[in-house]
């Protein structure tokens, strides 16, 4: 099995400490294998899609126009 080391700030460190019976080394595997689970999917949805680079810029662009026009409406009432 591989390993490596996880360094987190003191804060968080000390809520950790909060839970002596808890064993941090697990729940940070099975995080790390949902995440990667998460991350296939997406590599999946990705990989089926139409969308070239441009298709996806052009989206983000009016999705931005989009949600700045709403924004400013919703200041204006």
């Known amino acids: 099995m591989g390993?490596?080391?996880v360094t987190?700030?003191?804060e968080?460190?000390?809520?950790?400490?909060?839970f002596p019976d808890v064993k941090w080394q697990?729940?940070?595997r099975?995080?790390?294998k949902a995440?990667?689970?998460?991350?296939?999917?997406l590599c999946a949805t990705v990989a089926k899609s139409a969308f070239t680079e441009?298709?996806?810029v052009e989206l983000s662009v009016e999705v931005d126009e989009a949600v700045a026009r709403r924004f400013r409406d919703a200041r204006k009432e």
């Open 3 to 5: 390993e490596f080391v």
């Open 8 to 10: 987190v700030p003191e």
């Open 12 to 18: 968080l460190r000390a809520d950790m400490d909060e």
């Open 26 to 28: 697990v729940v940070v």
């Open 30 to 32: 099975k995080l790390l």
């Open 35 to 41: 995440q990667v689970v998460r991350m296939r999917e």
């Open 54 to 56: 441009q298709d996806v």
